[in-house]
């Protein structure tokens, strides 16, 4: 049984920090990553870990503010939110790609294949 979940979303004021956590069950991944949606928008991409060798990837409206890390060994995966702002206010979901083509962009819905049901990040102005 194949599960993901998410944990540390809660309410934060602008400019403060939030780390979110993602336990991996069931299996191993590729890479996971960070995603992201607001009321009334679609899910955007936010960042992007390999599995092996800890390479990243950053949407651009984050990059700078927030910091992606795993634990191989625990199979956990983190997300580090610094100098929130209001637009940071979405439910966050993490996501699992299996790895199962050569080469990847690691920003897109498509290239997962397991998500966890979301958390809540709310920041206040």
């Known amino acids: 049984q194949v599960q993901l979940v998410e944990s540390g979303g809660g309410l934060v004021q602008a400019g403060g920090s939030l780390r979110l956590s993602c336990v991996a069950s069931?299996?191993?991944?590729?890479?996971m990553g960070w995603f992201r949606q607001a009321p009334g928008k679609e899910r955007e991409f936010v960042a992007a870990?390999?599995?092996?060798?800890?390479?990243?990837s950053y949407a651009d409206s984050v990059m700078g503010r927030f910091t992606i890390d795993r634990d191989n060994v625990k199979n956990i995966m983190y997300l580090q939110m610094n100098k929130m702002t209001p637009e940071d206010t979405a439910v966050y979901y993490c996501?699992?790609?299996?790895?199962?083509?050569?080469?990847?962009?690691?920003?897109?819905?498509?290239?997962?294949?397991?998500w966890g049901q979301g958390t809540q990040v709310t920041v206040s102005s």
């Open positions: 996501a699992g790609g299996r790895g199962v083509k050569g080469n990847y962009f690691f920003r897109f819905e498509s290239e997962y294949q397991d």
């Open positions: 870990v390999t599995w092996i060798g800890s390479g990243t």
């Open positions: 069931g299996r191993t991944f590729s890479f």
